[in-house]
């Protein structure tokens, strides 16, 4: 398994919200993937997409775009025909508020990581609900490293032996829910940090998380995580 990174320049057509720009992100890939029926008929399943994007980069002080600047938007996968199509059928894609430019790629290096956490905010819900509301810390926990084991299992076939810690320490770095705009409503996220463990079960779903995002709604632009080597 490889994670592929694609760097994208952008410009915007209009002053634009931070909070606001992934849900904009969204539409223009969604655009790029209707482009064939292939990947139209992808888009349109219910399962996972095994992609996700950070915010473009860097915001102004007052937390906005500006429109006509270029700023860079990074789409990561673990897909490398998806990784060559968005490299390929990205670039010149726009809708009224945005368009993508030029764009490169890399991989993701996988050596031991110390820490992965979040740029934006993980989604996580317990028994469909934000997890805050009814729930406990380990209520989060459970459904973290059940979300990413599912997406492990969808994209390998292979099953773990998952009697496993999947890190060793996890940090919250909000006091309060964070907004994710989504479709006319607010979904809530959480901005957290995760120490890795050496254990290879936990080295190689936190490497996944790179590419597939943690959480839900990652295709959406939720739970992109930086990551830090040893």
């Keep these: 398994m490889l994670v592929f990174e694609l760097a994208f320049k952008m410009q915007f057509f209009e002053k634009t919200a931070y909070e606001k720009s992934s849900e904009m992100i969204a539409q223009v890939i969604d655009r790029a993937l209707c482009k064939t029926e292939k990947y139209a008929v992808f888009h349109e399943k219910q399962e996972f997409k095994f992609y996700v994007f950070d915010r473009p980069y860097q915001p102004e002080p007052d937390k906005s775009y500006l429109p006509g600047k270029l700023y860079t938007i990074r789409i990561r996968t673990v897909k490398p025909e998806l990784a060559e199509y968005f490299l390929n059928q990205l ?135 930086n990551y830090r080597y040893l």
Excluded at 185 to 206: E, F, N, V, W
């Design 91 to 225: 670039p010149g894609s726009r809708t009224d508020k945005l368009h993508i430019l030029n764009g490169e790629i890399r991989v993701v290096v996988q050596k031991m990581l110390e820490r992965i956490y979040s740029l934006t905010p993980v989604i996580i819900r317990a028994e469909g609900e934000y997890w805050r509301w009814n729930h406990s810390v380990d209520a989060f926990e459970r459904q973290l490293k059940e979300n990413l084991l599912k997406k492990y299992y969808s994209l390998t076939g292979e099953k773990l032996d998952e009697d496993f810690e999947l890190y060793q320490m996890l940090e919250f770095s909000n006091t309060k829910p964070v907004k994710v705009p989504y479709k006319g409503i607010t979904l809530l996220g959480d901005k957290i940090s995760l120490t890795a463990t050496q254990d290879p079960r936990s080295q190689q779903l936190l490497y996944m998380a790179l590419g597939t995002g943690a959480g839900e709604r990652c295709s959406r632009g939720s739970g992109f995580m």
